[in-house]
């Protein structure tokens, strides 16, 4: 796979493919970089344990907080880092939001270098410089917008990836398959690539052209003021429910998806005959299509939706496969519409 960069509106990442420990040494030599690890992958990958300075951070959403990241900044002040050190991410979305808000945010703006471990961060998480931090019960709730320098994808690392992972990642893969279009959808129709992504093979290729997706969508709107509200397809519902149930990141956002589908249905946005093949292929995968969700714990968390405008919420509606609307609906009328679908 040919290496690229991409020259967002604030600034310029280098998408480099290859053994992350190489591409390290060839394209980071003779600058001070700090790591920030999640500590499962010293398990597996026991020559990260190698690097230093080394953070190692237990990549769950409870310490994806504003709190856990205060104890990081003083772990930055002791190992000396200054205006030129680089942060460098080493795991899946999680991690990339830790240290993608530290390095925004240390000394107003250090360099950041991410290495996605997941499927789900290679394609989606790792993309277009948005981090998160969870406050409350609100996810990513509190975040910034900074690009990193560089993208290191290494695919070996979803050889080693559980199932479940593999799973979770599917689910956004499907997503930008329903929001760009009918071919990349079809993909799930082939059972050879079924089987094998199951089994987590996935050829560079093919995450570069998921990738290419979301590149696509955030180059037209890097800030997230207009279009690039589409990747949210699944998540308006998906992240309330994440933190509601405790499940994984994919599995919510399938069910978010279905939610928001049978919404679209109930508009007449879309026909039936729409939701049947969303639900087929995330049936492909083992992920959830049908929720036991409590519905008016999800209504009462709507208000602090993050993409609330007002009383109003920008909310992503399927059309088609390959097609999807944003719609601002009040967020009164969308409770109705939960508790008449739901």
Request: charged share 25%; proline share 3%.
């Amino acid at each position: 796979m040919n290496n690229f960069s991409i020259n967002w509106p604030s600034g310029k990442t280098d998408f480099i493919f290859g053994d992350f420990s190489e591409i390290i040494r060839k394209y980071l030599p003779n600058r001070k970089l700090i790591f920030i690890c999640d500590e499962r992958l010293i398990e597996i990958y026991p020559e990260i344990s190698n690097y230093y300075p080394l953070i190692k951070i237990t990549a769950n959403e409870e310490n994806k907080t504003l709190r856990w990241v205060e104890s990081i900044y003083q772990k930055l002040i002791e190992f000396e880092a200054d205006k030129q050190t680089v942060i460098v991410s080493i795991g899946g979305g999680i991690i990339s939001d830790i240290a993608g808000f530290l390095a925004s945010t240390f000394y107003r703006g250090m360099s950041l270098v991410l290495i996605p471990t997941t499927l789900l961060a290679m394609i989606d998480a790792a993309i277009g410089g948005k981090n998160g931090l969870n406050y409350g019960h609100h996810k990513n709730q509190i975040g910034t917008i900074r690009q990193p320098e560089k993208i290191i994808i290494d695919t070996r690392f979803l050889k080693t990836l559980p199932s479940e992972q593999i799973k979770s990642g599917m689910a956004e893969v499907i997503k930008h398959a329903v929001i760009s279009g009918k071919d990349l959808f079809g993909e799930f129709q082939k059972l050879d690539n079924i089987v094998q992504w199951k089994q987590g093979i996935f050829e560079d290729e093919w995450i570069n052209k998921v990738m290419h997706i979301k590149i696509k969508i955030v180059l037209e709107d890097e800030l997230d003021n207009g279009n690039r509200r589409i990747l949210n397809f699944g998540h308006t519902l998906g992240h309330i429910i994440e933190m509601q149930e405790k499940i994984s990141h994919g599995e919510a956002v399938s069910l978010g998806m279905m939610m928001a589908a049978k919404l679209s249905v109930y508009l007449k946005k879309c026909d039936q005959k729409t939701v049947d093949q969303l639900a087929t292929a995330l049936s492909l995968f083992d992920l959830p299509i049908k929720s036991n969700c409590n519905i008016q714990n999800i209504i009462s968390r709507l208000e602090s939706d993050k993409k609330k405008v007002g009383k109003d919420i920008d909310y992503i509606l399927m059309e088609d496969i390959g097609h999807v609307v944003i719609k601002r609906i009040p967020i009164e009328k969308i409770k109705k519409l939960l508790l008449e679908v739901f």
